[in-house]
């Protein structure tokens, strides 16, 4: 990936920085994608490093350097400094990125496995089906509103107290939904659960880009960004046999357990990887110690942060998310497009058990029905290499023309591959369905949906982080909002829609409300450059 793309990738949802050097508006920009999203970090490093970790005052912007002796203070890092996340060892980048996975796998993976016992909960606070519903849809209400009010966290305090808090939240807020009395006890903290780990997933992806450099980040990021997608496919898999072998409260107790886990891991193995909190750490233990008999040292973002307050960073970035949905029509496009793959993907959480329930399936046998979806994804993260040298023969063509780096077209071609692909499975699987089908095909139908979802969301996210690089952090939480909206919908909607036009017509619909998707990487690899042209907030 290119510096472009790390400056503007999104987990922290921060609003932007008015500085003038493009390492701050690394800095503000960097956030996650939520179940999302390819984050950014700071990844600051002068050219002429001084003693401690300080930088040439020809590197300081004039509004931050007060005078030359006072630059001459300012911490940076060192070529080899072991602060520095990018130099950490291999092993430990990938133990941070591992922890990482597994906790965005552990949020969404929550959101679904509550399908698998909506009986139970239908029967112990005597709802109807749909109320049960409720608890998988409120759930992704919260993950869908918390990037855009919680996201900005971290540009205050860093990854890992985000981290920490959150989803120490997470966890805590789980006991009264696994214990709940009455169904709006159960489904007020399921609100807020989704809500606490929505912090964790705005910010988490931040963390992977700050471990790598450009040339490095395609595979790691590619394999970040598939966890969330295939948490709530491994829900139901996991929730059937829990309540099929015991009571539904057990779904929420292993839930508690494995949040819990994920926390010890967590606090022992996430160490704080936001360049300018980092810096900002550094330049207090400076001081502290008085290196050079002086308590001068200081870190850019210590200034930054002086004119700064969370209220304007929430405010100023909710704005920004509802501006750009309203003003730049190839981002809503995007977001459309986005959103309905999200909402066909739950709504599938709905639609399985009606498809395989005429072959008689248990509530276990359902769940594991789940498995082709997740092997298609897993399909789409295994051709992430051929992907990723296809960009990389694009941005040499972009250098030897004397650009900077590959125009964000060059990030379509795999959802345009991924675009077919997810109408050849819906379309397939529509024509499956019958009772006289042996209940394999469909199952077998379901892999190239889940490959073109997955390869669908890398060309998404990947193509508006280059084009809206200037506000990516809000581009990406315009996309979040949106996404997390069809997610919530499809779900109440599904069974009545299955019932009155059958699982072929309800399926066939599906896939062509996803044929109106196959043109715009299509279009936008054609006519992007014009586009962005003409866009108030694209990269130029």
């Not at 059937?240 to 929420?252: A, D």
Request: hydrophobic fraction near 50%; charge should be neutral.
């Amino acid at each position: 990936m290119t510096d472009i793309e790390k400056q503007a990738a999104a987990a922290a949802a921060a609003p932007q920085d008015q500085s003038n050097t493009a390492a701050d508006r690394r800095a503000s920009d960097a956030r996650t994608l939520t179940v999302n999203t390819p984050p950014a970090s700071e990844k600051e490093a002068p050219s002429d490093t001084l003693k401690h970790g300080g930088v040439a005052p020809s590197s300081i912007p004039s509004a931050d350097a007060a005078d030359d002796e006072d630059s001459k203070y300012l911490v940076g890092f060192s070529e080899d400094d072991p602060l520095n996340p990018t130099n950490f060892s291999r092993l430990k980048k990938w133990g941070i990125l591992s922890v990482c996975c597994l906790a965005a796998f552990n949020v969404t993976c929550t959101s679904s496995m509550t399908t698998s016992a909506y009986e139970g909960i239908s029967n112990a606070f005597g709802v109807s089906h749909e109320v049960a519903i409720l608890s998988l849809s409120i759930f992704v209400a919260g993950l869908g509103l918390g990037p855009s009010l919680l996201g900005p966290l971290s540009e205050f305090f860093g990854r890992r107290i985000v981290y920490l808090v959150s989803f120490g939240a997470f966890v805590l807020l789980g006991f009264p939904v696994a214990w709940a009395n009455n169904i709006a006890v159960f489904l007020i903290f399921r609100f807020f659960t989704g809500l606490a780990g929505s912090a964790f997933l705005s910010v988490s992806g931040g963390t992977v880009s700050d471990l790598y450099e450009p040339h490095e980040l395609f595979l790691p990021m590619a394999i970040y960004t598939c966890s969330p997608f295939i948490g709530p496919v491994a829900g139901p898999l996991i929730a059937g046999f829990i309540n099929e072998n015991t009571t539904w409260r057990w779904t929420f107790w292993v839930i508690l357990i494995w949040s819990a886990v994920t926390w010890i891991l967590l606090l022992f193995f996430a160490p704080e990887t936001f360049a300018p909190i980092v810096l900002c750490k550094k330049a207090k233990m400076l001081r502290a110690e008085r290196k050079d008999g002086t308590d001068r040292w200081w870190a850019k973002h210590e200034r930054v942060l002086a004119g700064k307050s969370i209220t304007q960073a929430v405010a100023g970035n909710c704005t920004k998310v509802f501006k750009l949905l309203s003003l730049e029509p190839m981002l809503l496009a995007t977001c459309i497009w986005s959103a309905l793959l999200l909402g066909i993907l739950y709504l599938c959480f709905e639609a399985f058990p009606i498809i395989f329930g005429k072959h008689g399936f248990t509530l276990q046998q359902t769940g594991l029905t789940f498995l082709g979806l997740g092997i298609g994804m897993i399909l789409g993260i295994m051709t992430m290499p051929y992907w990723a040298k296809k960009y990389g023969e694009a941005r040499k063509a972009a250098l030897e023309r004397g650009e900077k780096a590959a125009p964000p077209e060059a990030r379509l071609p795999v959802g345009m591959v991924g675009s077919i692909l997810t109408v050849i499975g819906l379309f397939w699987l529509a024509f499956v369905t019958y009772e006289s089908v042996p209940w394999i095909v469909p199952i077998i139908a379901s892999i190239p949906l889940g490959t073109g979802i997955a390869l669908s969301y890398v060309a998404i996210f990947t193509h508006t982080v280059d084009a809206y690089r200037p506000v990516a952090a809000s581009a990406m939480g315009a996309n979040s909002v949106t996404r997390s909206c069809f997610a919530a919908a499809f779900p109440l909607f599904s069974e009545a829609m299955y019932h009155r036009l059958g699982t072929v017509g309800a399926t066939a619909l599906l896939g062509g409300l996803a044929t109106l998707m196959i043109p715009i990487p299509f279009l936008f690899y054609k006519y992007g450059p014009q586009l962005r042209a003409r866009g108030r907030f694209t990269a130029s």
